[in-house]
């Protein structure tokens, strides 16, 4: 059985691991494809203004967010978002075997990185849901 979970706004600033490279992912064979959206995501973030970073963000302090993801340091997707239900699964006060089920058998629908699995490991990074990238519609390109 596989668990659907959708990602959540809010994120953690865990740092575990190094970060992202092409086995950070589920289909990892498909890295390259992944990665072209990352780059779009980052050349963009930093071609933005404070101003424009604040919209595209939906926040004030966009500039908060404006780093090489790339380079930043990772977690498990499953404990790099929070919210409702992240706080309702409690992953962290599960059993081992516990989370081992959820690393392997929860698909979490991330705007930015795709469908992940929930031990993907992810950068701590900001973008709204339904936001797109100038020149891709990201859902699409993922479809």
Not at 49 to 61: A, R, Y
Not at 75 to 88: L, M
Request: contains cysteine; neutral net charge.
């Amino acid at each position: 059985m596989k668990i659907l979970f959708s990602p959540s706004e809010g994120k953690t600033t865990k740092q575990k691991f190094a970060p992202i490279n092409k086995d950070s992912f589920i289909f990892s064979e498909l890295y390259k494809k992944r990665e072209l959206i990352l780059k779009e995501y980052n050349e963009y973030i930093h071609s933005l203004s404070d101003e424009e970073l604040n919209q595209f963000f939906g926040i004030k302090n966009g500039c908060e967010y404006v780093v090489n993801i790339f380079e930043e340091p990772t977690c498990k997707a499953i404990e790099r978002y929070n919210g409702v239900a992240y706080d309702y699964l409690e992953y962290s006060l599960l059993d081992e075997n516990s989370q081992k089920y959820i690393d392997k058998n929860t698909l979490i629908f991330s705007n930015l990185f795709g469908i992940i699995k929930a031990d993907d490991k992810l950068p701590f990074y900001r973008m709204k849901q339904g936001k797109n990238l100038p020149n891709i519609e990201i859902d699409k390109y993922y479809k």
